[in-house]
Nanobody, 122 residues
Framework: HVQLVESGGGSVQAGGSLTLSCTVS???????MGWFRQASGKVREGVAA???????MYAESAKGRFTISRDNTENILYLQMNSLKPDDTAMYYC??????????????????WGHGTQVTVS
């Protein structure tokens, strides 16, 4: 059974930075991992993903500002977020896909989810 626990969220002024972490228990190295976010009243959207080989994918809104990475030794997934904007305000979730296939930004692809960490940019 895989459990995901996010941390690192908080309140920051526009232009600031935050680093989100997702600690993974259970099998991890072969999984594609993703970060999603959901703002109030909006659908959940993919922010970034990283496959088992370290290949990365980003939403257009995240390119050039966010960096996803993974530590396969410590079983931690990261999302470094720079130049934050008020539009980045959302609950951020990490997710794990043990099977592969499909679009990285499709929430339905991911089997395991954390409970989220709130990011507020003012």
């Amino acid at each position: 059974h895989v459990q995901l626990v996010e941390s690192g969220g908080g309140s920051v002024q526009a232009g600031g930075s935050l680093t989100l972490s997702c600690t993974v228990s259970g099998h991890y190295r072969s999984y594609c991992m993703g970060w999603f976010r959901q703002a109030s009243g909006k659908v959940r959207e993919g922010v970034a993903a990283i496959d088992s080989a370290g290949g990365t994918m980003y939403a257009e809104s995240a390119k050039g500002r966010f960096t996803i990475s993974r530590d396969n030794t410590e079983n931690i997934l990261y999302l470094q977020m720079n130049s934050l904007k008020p539009d980045d305000t959302a609950m951020y979730y990490c997710a794990a896909d043990p099977r592969g296939g499909g679009y990285w930004y499709a929430a339905g692809r991911y089997t395991y989810w954390g409970h989220g960490t709130q990011v507020t940019v003012s």
